[in-house]
């Protein structure tokens, strides 16, 4: 699903680190910025990410249906701004695929922004988001996405581009949500097939999303974890 190894301007990840270093600049607190003399974005990591079990998801899409409506107040697979993608010629659980945004350590999308309306949220925990206000619908960000299918959606009504914004901005959801507060599709699913966590994720680990959210009543219906293909992680 990955294009390409995510990149810090340019260069890799130890690269990038080093130059840090010997600028004394850290990202650890306030928004992005640039680093002087360079084109590289400095920002400070996101304090939540979703994970998905694809072993559990049933491809139901209550997590999208409920994704557009808190965010627009109807409910459209087109507006949500989680995508599950269904593969008639695989078999489970390879025949599903949910695509989250990783809320990318170095956020190629914000770094190709150029009126700063992808921007890195401070005031809900860093997350990686869009400001509508701002955002001129140029799709800069959709194309700067290493992922497939892009993690941004251009919104044909507003003629801007949308992301997940961990619902942190959810006009029509009578909850606070954000890091800290409810992840609308975590809390509506069915299966419990996604998981909000604080820890981030391997960031080029294409599989670092898909993690193992089934507990032992899987054994005890006959699934062993050497039935699936995915990552083993835990959270
Ligand atoms: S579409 Fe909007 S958010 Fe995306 S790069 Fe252009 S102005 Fe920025
Ligand atoms: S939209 Fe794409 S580039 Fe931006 S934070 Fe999400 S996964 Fe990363």
Not at 50 to 79: I, T, W
Not at 112 to 125: F, Q
Request: contains cysteine; aromatic residues 6%.
């Amino acid at each position: 699903m990955q294009n390409s190894e995510p990149k810090f301007g340019g260069m890799d990840r130890r690269t990038f680190l080093k130059v840090l270093a010997a600028s004394g600049v850290t990202a650890t607190a306030g928004a992005a910025f640039m680093l002087p003399g360079t084109n590289l974005m400095v920002m400070p990591n996101s304090k939540g990410y979703l994970v998905v079990d694809m072993a559990k998801c049933m491809g139901c899409v209550s997590c999208m249906m409920a994704c557009s409506m808190v965010h627009h107040g109807e409910s459209s697979l087109s507006l949500s701004r989680i995508q599950i993608q269904q593969d008639a010629f695989q078999k489970f659980p390879d025949d599903i695929h949910m695509a989250v945004c990783h809320q990318c350590e170095d956020a190629p999308c914000v770094n190709a922004c150029p009126v700063e309306a992808d921007h890195v949220d401070i005031v809900h925990g860093n997350i990686r988001t869009i400001d509508p206000d701002r955002c001129i619908g140029c799709t800069q960000c959709i194309d700067a996405c290493p992922w497939l299918p892009k993690r941004l959606q251009f919104n044909p009504k507003t003629r801007k581009v949308q992301k997940c914004d961990l619902c942190a901005n959810t006009p029509y959801l009578d909850e606070k949500g954000g890091p800290g507060g409810t992840q609308t599709c975590v809390k509506v699913c069915p299966v419990g097939a996604i998981s909000y966590v604080e820890k981030m994720p391997k960031q080029h680990d294409p599989y670092a999303y898909n993690v193992n959210l089934r507990d032992k009543s899987w054994v005890e219906v006959g699934h062993t974890d050497k039935d699936f293909k995915l990552n083993e992680g835990k959270v």
